[in-house]
């Protein structure tokens, strides 16, 4: 495992802190052979903290200064003294409160959205897993800016007349102010400042523009659990984008993003994903993987979502069905961890 972790130090998330589980392996000094991220803290599940070697590699941590996350606590349970848990983990599937946690206490195995609510009136500081995925949003039709957003991108997709789109740019500012911005920016590495909604377009090109049109409308969702599903989202498609890359051309690889990207659209903005599709003309093979689950895009888009899951034996078949080592695999998610991060630093 720790020759596994240091071949992907390349590649490694370093804006935000990373939690890394060792699944069922019992923690032992081993794992200090891999330089340790400074980002990252290792969790550490309580039902090992009798074994010795398992003590000393938290002595060995804590020597360096490397953040340790305690797993599967129960409230009141005995713990050796002399170590700071930034973070305890909470099985909270049979009621149970987070009482004297030795961290901030996450509650575990959360069914759904209404579950992390009473979970957070419980007490607990906040959740660890997957449950924003799942739960059911009021049903509301696109907000203005909502649908503007999807107008601008079936416009761009359709390949539009540049005074068309610049006609619907004009309308909306916060739109206008947001494309001079990016394009502005030294991502770009442009010697003058471009001012014209024309020329940021001609710059940008179409298949970009329909790419960063794709991301505002990701992003657009102002509903408490936004920021996880648009994470999550932007991950699937970063993803699907990099695992893709020695199958499809150039050409099809935004399509692959916005494949992943859009298959949480409808839970973040509330509405089904029939409706938002209608508003959009976008390619086949991404109606058919997001409707449908068929499809050229479909296998990747369900290893995508595989990665979500605690199920190695799904993950394992998804990397299989599209002959994929499990290394390749790794590197793709990380790459893509790295990417969303990297938009909301």
């Known amino acids: 495992m720790a020759e596994a972790l240091a071949s992907q130090a390349d590649v490694w998330p370093t804006r935000t802190p990373v939690f890394v589980s060792l699944g069922r392996l019992v923690p032992t000094p081993e794992l200090m052979a891999w330089s340790i991220p400074a980002n990252t803290a290792i969790e550490i599940p309580a039902q090992t903290l009798v074994h010795r070697r398992t003590r000393a590699l938290m002595a060995q941590l804590r020597a360096a200064g490397v953040g340790m996350c305690l797993t599967w ?50 007490g607990f500081d906040g959740a660890s897993g997957w449950f924003f995925l799942h739960g059911k949003p009021p049903a509301r039709t696109l907000s203005p800016g909502h649908a503007q957003i999807a107008r601008l991108l079936k416009l761009v997709r359709s390949n539009g007349d540049i005074r068309d789109i610049e006609a619907v740019l004009k309308h909306d500012v916060a739109l206008c102010y947001k494309l001079l911005r990016y394009v502005n920016s030294g991502s770009f590495g442009l010697m003058c400042e471009i001012h014209s909604f024309r020329h940021a377009v001609s710059i940008l090109g179409y298949d970009a523009l329909a790419k960063w049109l794709s991301l505002l409308l990701v992003e657009a969702s102002r509903e408490p659990g936004a920021p996880a599903l648009m994470q999550t989202a932007i991950v ?47 390619p ?27 199920d190695a034996r799904a993950l394992s078949a998804a990397a299989t069905e599209l002959h994929l080592p499990f290394e390749q695999v790794n590197r793709a998610q990380l790459v893509a961890l790295g990417f969303a991060d990297s938009l909301h630093a």
């Open 73 to 122: 606590y129960q409230p009141g349970m005995a713990l050796p003294a002399g170590h700071d848990w930034r973070f305890a983990l909470i099985d909270a599937r049979g009621g149970a409160a987070p009482g004297a946690s030795p961290g901030l206490a996450l509650a575990w195995g959360l069914p759904d959205t209404a579950a992390f609510r009473s979970a957070v009136d419980a």
């Open 236 to 282: 699937r498609g970063r993803f699907m984008e990099e695992i893709g890359a020695s199958y499809f051309a150039p050409s099809e690889r935004d399509n692959l993003f916005i494949t992943g990207a859009f298959s949480l659209l409808h839970t973040q903005l509330g509405t089904s994903m029939q409706a938002l599709l209608d508003e959009m003309n976008l």
């Open 284 to 310: 086949a093979n991404v109606s058919e993987a997001l409707l449908y689950g068929q499809g050229e895009f479909a296998p990747f888009l369900r290893l995508a979502q595989s990665c979500e899951q605690f």
